[in-house]
């Protein structure tokens, strides 16, 4: 093909999890892309490390195994626990999410057989691309950056280089999303602001593979450390036996980047493990930035942003990938609909309505959650403030200016207090318990089940029943709930059988009108729809048809809070469009209707 101009539906830009589940919703649609990434290779320095229900149930929808998602997680006992600790096998309490009946409600509210895991996203990104570059609507374009937008009402002209041979050529779309990251280079060309806090943190971190499981106490997934030799700083068991990331906070402008080289972080590693005899080989670092933002705009014109590029979020609650996945889930079947003529243009509009609460919710969650850490270490009596003040002393001009001696005699001073402040832990009965209860504290920084499965729609694409509006809901509950909006819940049709959901009805091809039990017979305009099978623009479902036992027919209805005479209309990505209870009298006009009224088509 001549590379001077290449014709694309829609340009994706950038290669990371928003971008490919972008490009492979689209294809699940039967819409081509091109997918553009500035990397030759993939990324192999470990970012995310958590999938989330939601994420899980979105890519097994798009034709990902269970089994071949959790293929590289860490096992599920590790990944449910969180562990605090003095070195990390100086422990001071466990958050466990299967104690205390969180596994047990993900179980309740899921077809999936795992309710999250911990996954490094270099893996995920792995299974990914293969996906992508197996998929034949999909061509991806790697070692090749944007270099700028031209937009007119027909399309977006971008201009694109060949990172290999300096060759610019140009992509014609009519759409564009951009996937570029955290540093967006496509959203700053755009003119598109961040709003909020643009540092809350500086951080370098390290990737090391180890097999650490004769090191650690108790097997788990994150390890905040909390020794005066690296106060701060994480551990992170992406596996145990294999891949792990140590992250440490440094007090910029006080301490630079450069100062951290891999002979500093083996060392804090070292200290973390408090132990000197470990052989730790750093495979690669990087320096990143904790922020909490959110673009001022997700969309200009026909370009849409997408993920880390539209909002940054700390990783206190690994809220940040899986609201990427998502982002792409719910534009890419709008703009496949406004595309296949099937909906208003108007329909794009619905895409930053719909996400930005969502995300906030996500991005205010996610500040709370690392403010909140600073309870633990304020319930050993340590006041973060004068610690920060005391360690940014001992890193300004005037102490660098000390002979070396008198320096590290000051440094091991300090570090001294703080070993005996943690100590009381062990002293102090009043402490541990305070301790104990500040660590339980942060359980809704792990638990979230409201996050993953309860965020509603409260306006977009939707048609309101009139119901009221139900209470916000909670971090760490979860109410299923069919009210227009809300993701349609899980719900075992054949009972204790447990092998038929009702989310079975959902397909991102097309909408699907669920019809209650009553509807054996359906009008002649209707049943040809049925017979059709997959129309493009909506699907029945119809209980009649479905084999539910007999005593649990009533039970479905009540979970579907719809009487056997009603209706739920479900959206391509699983939120119920529409609801009437009672008294539905379908036929082909009124289906054409709820349509127009819902997706303008």
Partial sequence: MNEQSVPASVLVIGAGPSGMVSALCLAQRGIPCLLLERREKPETHPKAHELSARSIEILHELGFGYDELAQEASPAEDAAKILFCGTISEEFGCIDLRAGGSGRKYREHLESPMPYLNVSQVELEKLLRVRVEQTPLIRVLTNHQWESFAQDPDGVTSSIRNRATNEVFSVRSEYVICADGAGSRTRKALGITMRGPDKLLDVVNAYFQADLSQVIRTRGKLYFIFSPKAPGSVLIAHHVEKRWVFHLPIATPHEQVEDFTPEVMVKKIKAVLGREDIDIQISSMSHWRMTAQIADRFRDGRIFLVGDAAHRFPPTGGLGMNSGIGDGHNLAWKLAMVMERQASPSLLDTYEQERRPVVQKNCDESRR?????????????????????????????????????????????????????????????????????????????????????????????????????????????????TRPGARFPHFWLDGNKRTHSVRSAIDYKTSTLLLGESFGKLPDDLTHLVEQQTPRSVRLFLLSQTDIPLCHRAAVHTFLQIEPDGAILIRPDGHVAYRQQRGVLPSLPWLRSLLLQVYGA
């Fill in 369 to 481: 959650n690392f403010e909140r850490m600073n309870e633990v270490a304020q319930a050993f009596g340590i006041e973060v403030e004068e610690a920060r003040w005391v360690n940014e002393q001992l890193l300004s001009p005037t102490m660098r200016s000390l002979p070396e001696k008198l320096r590290s005699w000051t440094e091991r001073q300090v570090q001294s207090l703080g070993e005996s402040i943690l100590s009381r832990y062990h002293k102090d009965a009043a402490v541990r318990d305070r301790v104990l209860a500040a660590i339980e504290h942060q359980r809704s920084h792990f638990d979230r089940i409201g996050l993953d499965l309860g965020y509603r729609y409260e306006e977009g694409a939707i048609l309101p029943d009139g119901t009221p509006s139900e209470s916000d809901h909670q971090v760490s509950s979860y109410v299923p709930s």
